[in-house]
Nanobody, 116 residues
Framework: QVQLKESGGGLVQYGGSLRLSCAAS????????MGWYRQAPGKERELVAG??????NYADSVKGRFTISRDNAENTVYLQMNNLKPEDTAVYYC???????????WGQGTQVTVSS
């Protein structure tokens, strides 16, 4: 089994920064994708940022403000969030997809709240 442990969420003021971390442990092999999704109240879960084979992609709403990175040795993915806005308020979920079957794993979620 694979476990994902997230950390780094919290309350921050408009324009502030936070850094999310997600460490994968267990039977982690052949990682295809690591990324972050978020879900705000009343909205669908959306992809915020992902990294796969060294390539990154971002939601248009966070381009230029968020940066995703990965520590391959530690099986950890980070999301540096700068210039945060109230509309970034959501529960952020780490996602990991591994193996030839692209098995899908999710973290428990971490709350990010941006006050105006």
């Amino acid at each position: 089994q694979v476990q994902l442990k997230e950390s780094g969420g919290g309350l921050v003021q408009y324009g502030g920064s936070l850094r999310l971390s997600c460490a994968a442990s267990g039977r982690v092999f052949n990682i295809n994708f690591m990324g972050w999704y978020r879900q705000a109240p009343g909205k669908e879960r959306e992809l915020v940022a992902g990294i796969s084979s060294g390539n990154t992609n971002y939601a248009d709403s966070v381009k230029g403000r968020f940066t995703i990175s990965r520590d391959n040795a530690e099986n950890t993915v980070y999301l540096q969030m700068n210039n945060l806005k109230p509309e970034d308020t959501a529960v952020y979920y780490c996602n990991l997809q591994i193996g030839p079957a692209w098995y899908d794993y999710w973290g428990q979620g971490t709350q990010v709240t941006v006050s105006s």
